[in-house]
């Protein structure tokens, strides 16, 4: 009988809604990726940044961040879970607004992106990066 194999951790971080998620989420990220060896962090720290700044201001409940790497093309990956029930939207710019630009921002710095629900309420927003 063979051993069992043990799947790899996936580097997870639960952070409460507060107006210093994003922070820690940045530094999380950037941790990650020094840890895998990758050199350049800013796209990944920057769309940390604005899905839990989105999940703090517009969702519920605790924030679950996750890095990883999709197994069939290497990209690297970053979920960012809430309970809100509201599925974020990339809205027509106005350039009278004084927020609302950043999953536009987001959207355009991404290779692809999503939003899937979760069976106990709320959500799971994901980019894959370039």
């Known amino acids: ?15 409460e809604s507060t107006d210093r998620a994003a922070g820690v989420a940045r530094g999380f990220v950037a941790d990650v990726f020094a840890e895998w060896g990758v050199a350049d962090d800013y796209v990944g720290r920057l ?21 990883l790497r999709d197994e069939r093309d290497g990209r690297l990956v970053i979920e960012v879970w809430d309970g809100g ?4 939207e990339v809205v027509s710019e106005n ?5 609302g630009r950043g999953l536009a921002l987001v959207v355009e710095m991404a290779w692809t992106w999503g939003v ?8 799971i927003v994901w980019v ?3």
């Open 47 to 67: 769309v940390v940044c604005e899905l839990v700044t989105n999940s703090y201001l517009h969702g519920e409940g605790p924030i679950v961040v996750r890095v």
């Open 85 to 88: 029930e509201g599925r974020p």
């Open 1 to 15: 009988m063979s051993a069992p194999v043990k799947a790899p951790e996936i580097p997870t971080l639960v952070l």
């Open 128 to 130: 894959k990066l370039r």
């Open 116 to 123: 899937r629900p979760l069976n106990e309420g709320g959500k």
């Open 95 to 99: 350039l009278t607004a004084t927020s």
